[in-house]
């Protein structure tokens, strides 16, 4: 059963914004962090953003200051805004629950993801 639904991604020139959503199951949702992970054509995946339960966040380097993440707690959804896109934030996104610091996945099972596309 799908648990995880990444939507909102395409394709976007350089420079534009997109905004990903991510539809929880209310028991990964309501008891956790989420993050947005992406994974790179050959390379792993990585955190780029997570908000807390009570709304905290935090962000990776790359995206800081152009990514924001944020919860709707009541419709258990996270979703991503991206600003001032860049190519080589093309990459398919992907979230989850996280815990830590050290940050980690708790799901086993990933979304499908959704694909962003940044042409230079």
């Known amino acids: 059963q799908v648990q995880l639904v990444e939507s909102g991604g395409g394709l976007v020139q350089a420079g534009g914004s997109l905004i990903l959503s991510c539809a929880a199951s209310?028991?990964?949702?309501?008891?956790?962090?989420m993050g947005w992970y992406r994974q790179a054509p050959g390379k792993q995946r990585a955190l780029v953003a997570i908000?807390?339960?009570?709304?905290?966040?935090n962000y990776a380097d790359s995206v800081k200051g152009r990514f924001t993440i944020a919860r709707d707690n009541a419709k258990n959804t996270v979703n991503l805004v991206m600003k001032s896109l860049k190519p080589e934030d093309t990459a398919v996104y992907y979230c989850?629950?996280?815990?830590?610091?050290?940050?980690?996945?708790?799901?086993?099972?990933w979304g499908k993801g959704t694909l962003v596309t940044v042409s230079s």
């Open positions: 989850n629950a996280v815990t830590g610091p050290p940050y980690r996945p708790i799901m086993d099972y």
């Open positions: 908000v807390t339960r009570t709304g905290n966040t």
């Open positions: 209310g028991s990964i949702f309501s008891g956790n962090a």
